[in-house]
């Protein structure tokens, strides 16, 4: 199948990401604006360029390249000027320390489904399957459901991980292509939401509505201390699994895991916070949320 989309990592033998051993194909852009993201370089729709530069060896031979004189070496290392580089990724092409790297792929459907069949073997002794992950994988419908359709008629299992932030339609199609979905409820409060993940909840709550009561829907909140971890964020969050007929949760600890990530971009990683004392979090919410009659699981 011709149908052409963006990724920008493929994953395998994930078991974090659906049931059994999987193979997580992650697909680039996001309409949310996550100030705690821990991937970055998810966000664009464009590929990105990634400097990596522990592996620089100063050789000069990216600056020498580049038509727009946005590298320089300084000390030893090169510096790129973000707002001079057009990303025609010469500087990539030439860096033989593999410190500068070309963030994101074009591929088709049929390309992805090839390194997917690939893991087959695990798949049949696990029980896994496919997964697709983001970014926000809806937000290439058309290359996403293409997948999930070939994936099925090959008998591989399907999942997706979304945060929901999509047009109804296709989250709906999706979900009725899949074997397991993982929706991200972050923040419950649109105004709140809007701020701290750039998009009101109103339309991913009536999103996560829509899905709800298929039973391998399951909802999820990354516990962000400051943000969402508070009684009413929660009690919010309790009350619509409720009301949605699908009463259970899975807390995910904050980590710190991609702070390094936003420098290599250019970038400032402006939620600067400690993963000290997230578990006890974690707890806290775990029995809050039980003590409300939600089934809660920590992922």
């Known amino acids: ?34 100030v705690w993201c821990c991937n970055p370089e998810s966000q664009g729709y464009d590929f990105d360029l990634y400097h ?14 580049c038509p727009n004189s946005a590298i320089s070496v300084v000390d030893g ?17 030439i860096c033989h320390a593999d410190a500068m790297q070309k ?18 073997p695990m798949y049949e002794t696990s029980g ?22 070939e994936a099925r008629m090959n008998g591989i299992s399907t999942c997706i991980e979304t945060c929901g932030v999509c047009r109804k339609d296709v989250l709906v199609k999706a979900a009725n292509l899949c074997d397991e979905v993982f929706m991200d409820l972050k923040i419950m409060d649109p105004e709140k ?64 895991l991609g702070v390094d990530k936003y420098p290599r971009l250019g970038r400032e990683y402006e939620w600067v916070r400690s993963s000290k004392g997230i578990d006890e979090i974690v707890k806290k919410a775990q029995e809050f949320m039980e003590a409300r009659g939600i089934e809660t699981e920590i992922a």
Not at 52 to 65: S, Y
Not at 77 to 93: L, T
Not at 140 to 148: G, S, T, V, Y
């Open 193 to 256: 939401s809007k701020r701290f993940i750039g998009v009101d909840s109103t339309s991913i709550l009536e999103n996560a509505a829509a899905i709800a009561k298929l039973p391998w829907v399951y909802f999820r909140i990354p516990l962000i201390p400051g943000i969402n971890d508070d009684e009413e964020n929660l009690q919010a969050l309790a009350d619509f699994l409720k009301e949605s007929g699908n009463p259970r949760i899975k807390l995910i600890p904050y980590h710190v």
């Open 52 to 65: 990596v530069e522990r592996f620089c060896a100063g050789c000069g031979r990216c600056e020498q390249v």
């Open 1 to 34: 199948m011709d149908i052409r989309g963006k990724i920008f990592n493929t994953q395998h033998y994930s078991i974090r990401d659906g049931h059994g051993i999987r193979t997580v194909v992650f697909l680039k852009g996001c309409p949310a604006s996550c």
């Open 128 to 149: 896994g399957g496919v997964t697709l992950s983001g970014g926000e994988c809806l937000t290439q419908p058309e290359f996403a459901l293409a997948i999930l359709e």
């Open 103 to 120: 963030i994101g792929t074009e591929v088709t459907v049929d390309e992805v489904i090839k390194e997917v069949m690939s893991d087959a």
């Open 77 to 93: 290392k090169a510096e790129i000027d973000r707002e001079k580089c057009r990303k025609c990724f010469s500087c990539v092409d």
